[in-house]
């Protein structure tokens, strides 16, 4: 079952989600100086996910396959979530977090068509069911980030695939629309943030209010 807001005394773990190119980790600068809460991100933001980033997306690396990639992605979280996320919420901190669980289920579950209920359940035990109270997903056309060169293995894949990962960052967030919050990332940076710290106040009012209602 996942974790609500109210048992961590209001602090929020808050997914910034999206395709390549849509300005995820700027957003999460930003957002994360507004609140002044943690940022971190995915995969790679332990030692030990340091090392499996490099071998999931360096480029000339060995071939990864799609249920090994899965892996790798959860082992990587499960450290994450036990060094970063979880003492993070402990403190009464907010959490943002460039990337998180939701992108295996659009990347590996849609991308790599493993499936996504067999990644959410992967997830699901590697997160020790704790996933983000809200995802904010922002979304963009992947043709016009595709054209401006790949940094990664992932980034590498055909435009089918970035458009398998955008449909299905889609169809999560229709099916958990009291989660998400999806931003046409095509507009400026200001109005993007601008929608972004909207849909964390609307969360926070939320939050509260589920915390007076059980008070």
């Known amino acids: 079952m996942t974790t609500t ?21 700027t957003q999460a600068k ?14 790679g933001n332990t030692d ?4 499996l980033r490099q071998l999931l997306l360096g480029v000339g690396e060995a071939p990864v396959g799609p249920r090994a990639e899965t892996l790798m992605m959860a082992a990587d979280r499960a450290q994450h979530m036990d060094e970063v996320v979880r003492p ?6 907010h959490v943002i977090s ?7 289920l659009a990347y590996q579950g849609g991308g790599r068509g493993l499936g996504i209920d067999a990644v959410r359940s992967l997830n699901d035990w590697a997160l020790d069911g ?24 992932l980034e590498s894949e ?26 046409d990332a095509s507009q400026s940076i200001a109005e993007v943030s601008t929608l972004v710290m ?12 589920v915390e007076q209602g059980s008070s």
């Not at 030990?48 to 090392?51: A, E, K, N, S, T």
């Not at 449909?167 to 931003?183: G, H, K, P």
């Not at 849909?199 to 209010?209: F, G, H, W």
Request: charged letters at 30%; proline letters at 4%; aromatic letters at 8%.
């Open 88 to 93: 993070a919420l402990e403190r009464g901190q």
């Open 98 to 104: 460039d990337r998180t669980a939701y992108s295996s």
């Open 130 to 153: 704790l996933w983000p109270d809200l995802v904010i997903l922002l979304d963009c056309d992947p043709a016009a980030s595709h054209r401006r060169g790949a940094a990664d293995r």
């Open 198 to 209: 909207k849909a964390v106040e609307d969360k926070l009012r939320a939050a509260a209010e």
């Open 30 to 43: 930003i957002l994360t100086k507004k609140l002044g809460a943690i940022r971190t991100f995915e995969p």
């Open 158 to 183: 055909a435009a089918s695939f970035h458009e398998s990962v955008r449909r299905t960052f889609l169809e999560l967030a229709a099916s958990e629309s009291d989660r998400w919050t999806v931003i």
């Open 48 to 51: 030990l996910g340091g090392r």
């Open 5 to 25: 807001p109210s048992e961590y005394a209001m602090a929020l773990y808050i997914a910034i989600e999206g395709g390549e190119g849509a300005g995820k980790s």
